[in-house]
């Protein structure tokens, strides 16, 4: 059973699509067991207490630097000995050390589909807002491996959403978070903890599960 920490920052609306995911069986040898937050006022932190799930704060401001905020996190999910890491709308940018250490052990979901709009500054409405003004007729989402570069790890699953005339940025952002990330993440934490992930030469693999020859797919 391979031990999840979920990492957050606000609503934890995707923390709320794995607990739901993991209490209909549909996150198969996982469990999430850690909810860490980047603040102590996250809603996500309530989401997990209702769940019975330990929670814990970790505010960047409480370490002198970057490095230092990685590697007590770091310390903290090998002593709960967690074997993937999850971001779900968390809002603080990891060491390049703290990568390396859980290195294609730490899954994003991001709100578009990558490489377009993505990368610093691209988080939340922000999003949504720049996909509007471009124009674009379609977004979506991206399940993703955290490397240093941030939103350039290898992409494990992504999903189109149709852009509809009139959107606002909240009304498309609820959409891409209904059709696509509450989808693909909970899918892809599953696919982790089955083991049928593989990444070579940048490339993500999903084998097909042993009770569907046809599901697997590269994705």
Same mark, same amino acid.
């Given at each position: 059973?391979?031990? !999840? ?5 606000? $609503?934890?609306?995707?923390l709320q699509?794995? &607990? ?6 549909? !996150? ?6 850690? @909810? ?7 809603? #996500? &932190? *309530? ?7 330990? *929670? ?8 002198? %630097?970057?490095? #230092? ?15 993937? =890491? ?5 809002? *603080?940018?990891?060491?390049? /050390?703290?990568?390396?250490r859980f ?17 610093? $500054? ?15 007729? =379609? ?6 491996? =955290? %490397? ?8 494990? /699953?992504?999903?189109?959403? #149709?852009?509809?005339?009139?959107? *606002? ?6 959409? @891409?978070?209904?059709?696509a990330e509450? =989808? ?5 934490? %599953? ?5 049928? !992930? ?7 693999? &999903? ?13």
């Amino acid at each position: 059973m391979v031990k !999840i920490a979920v990492l957050v920052s606000g $609503g934890g609306t995707n923390l709320q699509a794995l &607990i739901d995911a993991e209490a209909a069986g549909n !996150i198969k040898n996982g469990e999430i067991c850690a @909810v860490v937050a980047s603040r102590p006022d996250a809603y #996500a &932190i *309530t989401r997990a207490k209702q769940a019975f799930i330990p *929670t814990y704060v970790m505010r960047r401001r409480d370490y002198g %630097s970057a490095e #230092a905020y990685g590697e007590a996190l770091g310390d903290l999910l090998e002593q709960l000995g967690i074997g993937l =890491v999850v971001l779900a709308g968390f809002m *603080t940018v990891l060491s390049d /050390a703290f990568c390396r250490r859980f290195q294609n052990r730490i899954i994003n979901v991001h709100p578009s589909l990558i490489p377009s709009f993505c990368g610093e $500054g691209f988080y939340g409405l922000r999003v949504h807002e720049a996909a509007l003004q471009k124009g674009v007729k =379609v977004t979506g989402a991206t399940v993703h491996f =955290v %490397s240093e570069v941030v939103d350039g790890g290898e992409i494990i /699953a992504q999903k189109a959403v #149709a852009v509809q005339p009139g959107d *606002t940025p909240e009304v498309l952002q609820k959409r @891409v978070m209904r059709e696509a990330e509450w =989808v693909l993440l909970p899918r892809a934490v %599953s696919q982790f903890c089955e083991g049928r !992930i593989t990444v070579q030469d940048g490339v993500v693999y &999903i084998a097909a599960a042993d009770d569907d020859e046809n599901e697997g797919e590269n994705r």
